[in-house]
């Protein structure tokens, strides 16, 4: 994390975070990403690097529940703590905006991904079939009470 600072998103990031979104989920659609990363009702936050922005998470919020949309690293900058910092943001902010627990989808094969939930405390709650195409897979379901945030790796 060394000379990275996370902080909420901007309208100048997002043209680099559309990048970064089509770079590491292919498939993606520039006009829908944009919509979703200026959507009102979700909140993204931006790590960044000598100005540059090296990774994002947002999530959505509805009433006490919120549900986090995505997470992304560059390549270059994975395994320093940065999706750490950007998940606990994340969490920290749903709870300041009254959310009682935060709930994400998962690919069964992402195991990066679900070492990381997993980490700062999230449990799976369930399972659903071929939720995705390309290649057709199996969500994992996790969600994390926000009664009390923690970080079990800081805890530990
Ligand atoms: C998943 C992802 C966001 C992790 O980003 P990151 O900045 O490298 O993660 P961090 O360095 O903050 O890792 C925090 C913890 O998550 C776990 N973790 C992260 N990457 C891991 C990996 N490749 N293998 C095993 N555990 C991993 C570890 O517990 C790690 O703690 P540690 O480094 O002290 O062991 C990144 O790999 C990425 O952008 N992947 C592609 C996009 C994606 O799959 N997003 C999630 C969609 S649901």
Redesign the pocket.
């Known amino acids: 994390m060394n000379g990275v600072t996370v902080a909420p998103l901007s309208m100048q990031d997002v043209p680099a975070a559309i990048a970064l979104s089509l770079a590491?989920?292919p498939g993606g659609g520039e006009t829908s990403l944009r919509a979703c990363f200026t959507r009102e009702c979700n909140r993204f936050f931006a790590a960044t690097a000598d100005g540059v922005l090296v990774?994002f998470?947002g999530y959505s919020i509805a009433a006490d529940q919120a549900d986090?949309i995505?997470?992304?690293?560059?390549?270059a900058?994975?395994?320093?703590?940065?999706?750490?910092?950007?998940?606990q943001a994340v969490l920290a902010d749903a709870q300041a905006q009254g959310a009682e627990s935060i709930f994400?989808?998962?690919?069964a094969s992402?195991?990066?991904?679900s070492?990381?939930?997993?980490?700062?405390g999230f449990t799976m709650c369930g399972v659903r079939k071929n939720y995705y195409k390309n290649p057709r897979e199996d969500a994992v379901l996790m969600t994390h009470s926000l009664g009390a945030v923690s970080d079990k790796?800081v805890e530990e």
Do not use: H, K, W
């Open positions: 590491v989920f990774g998470g986090v995505d997470v992304a690293v560059s390549p900058f994975r395994r320093q703590g940065i999706a750490r910092a950007l998940m994400l989808e998962v690919r992402n195991a990066p991904a070492a990381l939930y997993t980490a700062l790796s």
